[in-house]
């Protein structure tokens, strides 16, 4: 895991949760931070925000945990930043 | 007590712009899904909504009365009216001075609230047309109802989100069975086609990027609708005597509180809205042969509602045909249980009841008789027509089959 992305993820999450960040493992699924579906798009939604990406609604689907939601943004983030590259110069 | 008949359906729809138009499409299972055509409504995770396509409001609205309404009054009135036409009723002064027109809406006049809002925060406008709040008031089509039919009983109009319509109709129902009022129109509408409305729904992630499809493996959401259903209800001894056609009598109404969550669903609130129509309406459980089901094609919903079936009917539940018209005429929120209503009693009128259409394949965790794709005639002594709204509001309508000349 990224420990940038990992370590503001978990701070999003307390911060919805209204707890402190050691309450929030970085291993821990959203099952077990007792999160429900309402918590899952609003940190969704967060996240977007956050990191500045969109996140698909059938990929956020498979999302259950903070290993696989940092695994996703950092997927995002490779994907955003290999789209902005500049195109090669045309000879 | 009266017993209740429902002798008018109006209806104008993604499937149909009157109710035999909806019916036909519902007949063959034909959905009206389709790309998103609402202007500015581009830019969404979901291209695909069930709006009333073709449709000018000058073919149905005065041109005089045209600037105050916003689309989903127009709906409501233009429904109201085919379903007063059809009931064939002259309205006697009893019938005006207590007439009753109980509508449900849940966001009221979106487009209208949209456009104005634009011009305020968008492009620097620093007034409002003053139209505005005769247009966005979720009251609106109960009132436009009253006034074109000269109706002065109860007015009033219900927002329960996706349930709006079947507690309205249920309130109206249980106005007429206790002589409360002599008549009554009810039903709802809904033209939710708005960007801001539309950017909500899409962060709420229900949606559907492709289609509706209820009770299936692969289901992936809801698909939003529009337009407006309405119907004609009348004491069944004084509809009889006038040789009125009688859909169907509405028999029972059931409402609950999930009271826990505001948006997951609980499956004890469905089922109390269930037991409670038919306990309202003094049914036998086993001889209800049909549930129009809420059936949005959401993940939570859709297993839910068939966990409360099951708990409600027992072993009964694999004889009752179930079918979600929502992936016909979409998800018209105020509307949806009006429509939903419409298409329980036309398909006991007609004794053919109306598929799921989208349908692939029934999800294991489902043990209902789903109806796939195919419309299947049968006949039915009473339906069930279910509403369950986000915030755990639920309801519940009961249907009877009605011997008549007509039918």
């Given amino acids: 895991m990224n420990p940038d992305i990992a370590e503001r993820t978990q701070k999003i999450i307390a911060k919805h949760l209204r707890v402190p960040i050691e309450k929030v493992p970085l291993d821990a699924t959203f099952e077990q931070l007792g999160m429900d ?13 956050e990191f500045d990406i ?3 609604d059938q990929e956020a689907k498979s999302i259950a945990s903070i290993p696989q939601m940092v695994e996703g943004i950092e997927v995002l983030l490779a ?13 | 007590m009266i017993r209740v008949a429902i002798t008018g359906v109006g209806v ?18 034909r959905s009206g899904i389709r790309p998103i055509q609402a202007p500015g409504c581009s830019g969404l995770r979901f291209p695909n909504g069930a709006e009333v396509t073709d449709y000018n409001s000058a073919d149905y609205i005065d041109e005089k009365q045209a600037p105050i309404m916003d689309r989903f009054a127009e709906f409501a009135i233009i429904a109201a009216r085919e379903a007063v036409r059809d009931s064939a009723l002259e309205f006697t002064p009893e019938m005006k001075a207590g007439g009753a027109v109980i509508t449900g809406a849940c966001v009221g006049g979106q487009t209208s609230e949209d456009r104005q809002f634009e011009g305020l925060y968008r492009h620097g406008r620093n007034r409002c047309h003053p139209l505005t709040i005769p247009r966005i008031m979720a009251n609106a089509g109960a009132s436009l109802i009253s006034m074109e039919m000269g109706l002065t009983g109860a007015g009033f109009t219900l927002s329960t989100a996706c349930a709006s319509a079947a507690h309205a109709i249920g309130l109206a129902y249980w106005l007429v069975r206790s002589g409360g009022a002599p008549i009554a129109i009810s039903g709802g509408s809904e033209a939710p086609f708005s960007l801001g409305l539309l950017k909500a ?42 040789g009125a056609k009688i859909y169907a009598e509405l028999c029972g109404f059931g409402m609950s509180s999930d009271a826990s969550h505001i948006t997951h669903p609980s499956t004890e609130g469905p089922s109390l809205a269930m037991q409670r129509a038919l306990a309202d309406g003094g049914i036998e459980p ?6 129009n089901a809420h059936g949005t094609g959401t993940d939570v919903n859709d297993p839910t509602e068939a966990a409360a079936i099951r708990q ?38 007609h004794r053919v009841l109306p598929p799921t259409a989208n349908f692939t394949e029934i999800d294991p965790a489902i043990q209902l008789d789903v109806i796939a794709n195919q419309a299947r005639p049968a006949q039915v002594e009473y339906a069930l027509s279910n509403s369950f709204a986000f915030g755990g509001l639920n309801a519940t309508l009961a249907f009877r089959r009605v011997l008549t000349p007509c039918n």
């Avoid at chain 2, 299936?216 to 004084?238: H, K, S, T």
């Avoid at chain 2, 992936?327 to 036309?346: C, D, R």
Wanted: include cysteine.
């Fill in chain 1, 54 to 56: 969109s996140i698909d």
């Fill in chain 2, 12 to 29: 104008i729809s993604a499937i149909g712009k009157n109710a035999q138009e909806f019916w036909g499409s519902l007949q063959q299972g």
């Fill in chain 2, 286 to 291: 086993t001889l209800v042969g049909y549930i």
């Fill in chain 2, 312 to 349: 409600v009917f027992g072993a009964h539940a694999d004889q009752i045909a179930v079918s979600s018209t929502k992936s016909m005429h979409g998800h018209a929120l105020g509307a949806a249980a009006a429509m939903e209503a419409a298409a329980t009693v036309l398909g006991m009128h």
């Fill in chain 1, 37 to 49: 579906s309402l918590d899952s798009v609003n940190l969704l939604f967060e996240i977007e925000d």
């Fill in chain 2, 201 to 242: 729904w899409e962060a709420m992630r229900v949606v559907s990027p492709t289609t509706c499809r209820p009770f299936c493996r692969d289901r992936n959401g809801m698909i939003l609708g529009e337009g407006g259903a309405m119907m004609v209800l009348e004491p069944l001894e004084a509809a009889q005597a006038r």
């Fill in chain 1, 79 to 91: 994907r955003k930043a290999g789209s902005a590259e500049p195109a090669p110069p045309s000879a």
